[in-house]
């Protein structure tokens, strides 16, 4: 994988790109970066180009002045000005979905088809809310550093304990004896987490209805109805609003993360068949 730093007349945009053939944006969620490949699961690098950018305020990506999902949606379009790519599939990912929807409808001509997994497409969280508030404080540029920190410190050395701690954050399902194998992916993925000012900026954003239902192009919502980070009206919004979209509910382990877990395949498949059709 290649991870290199351009300048844009947007801003600095970080990003990496692995593999060959039908290229691929992917817009992760909160937390994320460039280095995260758990959505890349299940594409075969000799026939996809995968493409995935530090969003805003992540990683060297510049925040300033890319705040809002149509901004960034703008400057990702500089970014595949400098690939010299037509028209790629996006494939937004939980926060990134607002930027995905953006950048599918402001810019139709470069979007072939649309991928929304487990994203929000409306406004996220309740500012007046217990949920918004803690977001606020555990990740507040100050401090993210040293609640990533802890979690990488006591990943190591209590594995189970940590990686049920996210499973609740992640899934409504009932606690149980996790997986030792999706322990280990959940905690590689955790690995390359930072929030930087991305999420507090994410947590913040939203977008004009009228944004969603100008999308043009074939798309796929595919979401948990065992999320427990994103709910359900999200995609059922996505679903109302895009005319050529199709929805796919499933009923996974790991709910939000639905690449985790032996259940893992079929959103790989459905995925898969709709981005090959």
Sequence with gaps: M??????????????????????ILFLHGGHSNCHDTLSHKGFDLEKFQLITPSRPGYGRTTLKNNKTPEQAADLFTELLNYLALEKVIVYGISA????????ASNYSNRVSRLVLASTISKEWLDKNSRTYRIAR???NPIIENLTWGAVR???????????????SQF???????????DVKELLKTLKHYSSGEGFLN??????EEDVINRIECPT???HSRNDSSVSIDHPEHSNRMIKLS??????????HLFWIGQDSQESIAITMKFIEE
Excluded: C
Excluded at 96 to 103: D, F, M, Y
Excluded at 153 to 167: C, D
Excluded at 171 to 181: G, T
């Design 2 to 23: 290649s991870i290199k730093v351009i300048e844009t007349k947007l801003g600095d945009v970080e990003y990496s790109t692995v593999g060959e053939g039908t290229p």
């Design 96 to 103: 990134g979905g607002l930027t995905a929807i953006e950048l």
């Design 137 to 139: 404080t555990m990740f």
């Design 153 to 167: 410190f006591f990943s190591f050395l209590f594995p189970q304990i940590i990686a049920r701690s996210f499973f």
């Design 171 to 181: 899934s409504a399902k009932p606690m149980h004896k996790l997986n030792s194998d």
């Design 202 to 207: 994410d947590i913040d954003q939203n977008i």
């Design 220 to 222: 796929l919502i595919i």
């Design 246 to 255: 199709t929805l796919e509910i499933l009923d996974n382990e790991w709910g």
